[in-house]
């Protein structure tokens, strides 16, 4: 199955944008090529961009306190593990204390690097980092790729904890959301959102093999799926079949 997620709010755009740049990041520095450390490298500059909004870091510690006093709420309840839960709120509370413990935004702590602050000034350009532009990043290219990750795992260490505590946040939300079978109709599928309830993320599994593409658009009220097809030419075409697939509303 394929799964596409749609953010109902801007923090949890947020959220999945930097899930997916922290996903890309392990991937490249686990690999041995000096390219893939590059682009490792960038991913890094990339999570200070998006990090650099001044309320994400005060957002993720007010979701982190909020999920700890909801948990909190289902002590007492005879259908909860204790055990798991006290594990749960304790995953939650480290995760808190190790983001609030870091100053500043996510990132800072490099932004005093001149080195890392000379390349990220480049990287914008194409070719920018060219040996005869940054010949010092060349020559840190040249180490071994042992010695480049073990760099990149020192600069990547400031931005463990608001990789954890997202990875954490999203888990929980997505946990929270019953998947349900639902048909497109003619490709087009609409569904009215339950008033009283915020969601918060719509989660979309699709057969492959059906080759649709998803366009979703929603609000608080609504929640609209229009399917699209790629042809031979390139260009998505709205689909007039039918299209089964599972769709999950977290809050």
Known sequence: MILYEYPFN???????????????????????????????????????????RADLKSDVLRDLEKQKQTLNGYRGNPAI????LDRVVAQVEQCFEALNRLPGKAGQALTENEWLMSIRSRVGIPGGTCAFDLPAYFAWQQRSDS???????????????LAESIQLLLKMLRDGGAPQKVVAVGGQFQQNLPQGRTFQLLRLA????????????????????????QDADDKLHACQEDGAFEIALCS
Do not use: K
């Not at 593990?81 to 798991?84: G, R, W």
């Open 206 to 229: 699709i057969d492959p093999g059906l080759c649709l593409i998803p366009e979703i658009s929603g609000n608080r009220l609504l929640v609209s799926i229009r399917m699209l097809r």
């Open 10 to 52: 801007e923090r949890i755009r947020t959220y999945l944008r930097l899930e997916q740049l922290f996903l890309r990041l392990g991937v490249l520095v686990s690999r041995s090529h000096a390219v893939d450390h590059h682009f490792a490298l960038t991913t890094i500059f990339e999570v200070m961009d998006v990090g650099a």
């Open 147 to 161: 010695a480049r990750r073990s760099d990149l795992q020192r600069w990547i260490a400031t931005l463990v904890p």
């Open 81 to 84: 593990a204790e055990s798991v």
